[in-house]
């Protein structure tokens, strides 16, 4: 079956750092592209960052310079190191791989992330 | 950065009606759009790529339409399953954007 699924969410305080993991299962994470999708709470759906096949990565002006996406091919694992977080940051976030030229399937089940003091 | 409106932003519906969503881009995107469906505390799911794709096991209820900066996508006999989130996404152009989403209630 082809499925991600997301870990590393919880409660940081402002300021502090976060590393989120998506493993996946039935394809090769490295041969695909793969992003970090994130929902704030009751809002909607905003696209965070992505990484290509090739290795090369682009993230959203909101999260450019404290998130890194990145990923193990050893581990089959996708991981978006959260850094200098903020109250706005809150939000559940999802992995997808991402079919080029951009559409999102599978979705993972999503982990929360709160920046709260 | 493309500004994705959707609209209605809420509805309400019967089963076995007809329901359709529109979504407009604030520039021309081609037919690159999608639309997903997401039901309350649940990840979304896919539902149609390149404006009128039915992704793989979505029912044939599910249909998509437009390009350009118009597209729509219509539920033909809405189901109880199908009360939901709905949200378009484009992917011509970087950063990719969802539009605010349409809640479809039961009326």
């Known amino acids: 079956e082809v499925q991600v699924v997301e870990s590393g969410g919880g409660l940081i305080q402002p300021g502090g750092s976060l590393r989120l993991s998506c493993v996946a299962s039935?394809?090769?994470?490295?041969?695909?592209?793969m992003s970090w999708v994130r929902q704030a709470p009751g809002k909607g759906l905003e696209w965070v960052s992505v990484?290509?096949?090739?290795?090369?990565?682009h993230s959203a002006d909101s999260v450019k310079g404290r998130f890194t996406i990145s990923r193990d091919n050893s581990k089959n694992t996708l991981y978006l190191q959260m850094n200098s977080l903020r109250p706005e940051d809150t939000a559940v976030y999802y992995c997808?791989?991402?079919?080029?030229?951009?559409?999102?399937?599978?979705w993972g089940q999503g982990t929360l992330v709160t920046v709260s003091s | 950065d493309i500004q994705m409106t959707q609209s209605p932003s809420s509805l309400s519906a019967s089963v076995g009606d007809r329901v359709t969503i529109t979504c407009r881009a604030s520039?021309?995107?081609?037919?690159?759009l999608a639309w997903y469906q997401q039901k309350p505390e649940k990840a979304p799911k896919s539902l149609i790529y390149?404006?009128?794709s039915l992704q793989s096991g979505v029912p044939s209820r599910f249909s998509g339409s437009g390009s350009g900066t118009e597209f729509t996508l219509t539920i033909s006999g809405l189901q109880p399953e199908d009360f939901a989130t709905y949200y378009c996404?484009?992917?011509?152009?970087?950063?990719?954007?969802f539009g605010g989403g349409t809640k479809v209630e039961i009326k």
């Open positions: 997808a791989r991402l079919w080029a030229p951009g559409w999102f399937d599978p």
């Open positions: 039935g394809f090769i994470v490295s041969s695909n592209y």
């Open positions: 990484i290509y096949s090739g290795g090369d990565t």
């Open positions: 520039q021309g995107i081609s037919s690159w």
């Open positions: 390149a404006a009128s």
């Open positions: 996404q484009q992917y011509n152009t970087y950063p990719l954007t």
